[in-house]
Nanobody, 115 residues
């Protein structure tokens, strides 16, 4: 089974940028559905962005035009480029990979946006 490891989180000021990475221990391809979720304190986990068939992307309205999800099959990694960060983006970000009924989650990486 694929294992996932997120990285790239940290603290940044409003308006700043971060790039999250999710590295898979096994091979991933365009057959996989890949997504980033986030969970803020006291809130439910929510979908941030997803990519399927290597090119079809979906974004939460709150991050459209600021965040970009992409995958690099050669590196078995999915990325989330986050620009124009806002305080409300503060959360733990989780990577998810699905292939058929097999679903794998990463351990999460903290993103804090504060002045």
């Amino acid at each position: 089974q694929v294992q996932l490891m997120e990285s790239g989180g940290g603290s940044v000021q409003p308006g700043g940028s971060l790039r999250l990475s999710c590295a898979a221990s096994g091979s991933i391809s365009s057959s996989h559905f890949m997504a980033w979720y986030r969970q803020a304190p006291g809130k439910e986990r929510e979908l941030v962005a997803s990519i399927s068939s290597g090119r079809y992307t979906v974004y939460a309205d709150s991050v459209k035009d600021r965040f970009t999800i992409s995958g690099d099959n050669a590196k078995n990694t999915v990325y989330l480029q986050m620009n124009g960060l806002k305080s409300e983006d503060t959360a733990i970000y989780y990577c998810e990979v699905r292939l058929g009924s097999l679903v794998t989650w990463g351990q999460g990486t903290q993103v804090t946006v504060s002045s």
